[in-house]
C-alpha cells in the first residue's frame, strides 16, 4: 500500500498490490488494483492474466500435506 501510496500512477505498483491482495483474499480491493494497473498500462499481463483468473474468487484452499 505504501508503494501505491507514493506512486499511483505506476501500473507495477497497483499491479503488486493487487496481487497481494489477492493471496489475502481481499478479492474486492484487488480487483480495483489489477483494473487500475491495467488501465495505466493495457499491455501489462500480469494484470490481464489476474484479472482473467478472476480475482473476485478467493483462490482454492490447498490441503496441507
Same mark, same amino acid.
Given at each position: 500500500r505504501h508503494l501505491v501510496r507514493l506512486a499511483p500512477n505506476n501500473h507495477l505498483a497497483q499491479g503488486y498490490l493487487? +496481487? $497481494?491482495?489477492?493471496?489475502? %483474499?481481499?478479492? $474486492?480491493? $484487488?480487483? %480495483?488494483?489489477?483494473? %487500475? $494497473?491495467?488501465?495505466? +498500462?493495457?499491455s501489462y499481463t500480469f494484470a490481464g492474466l489476474t484479472l482473467a483468473d478472476r480475482p473476485d474468487q478467493p483462490p482454492p484452499i490447498q490441503p496441507v500435506k
Open positions: 493487487g +496481487d $497481494a491482495l489477492v493471496k489475502t %483474499r481481499q478479492p $474486492a480491493e $484487488a480487483k %480495483r488494483h489489477l483494473l %487500475r $494497473a491495467h488501465e495505466l +498500462d493495457p
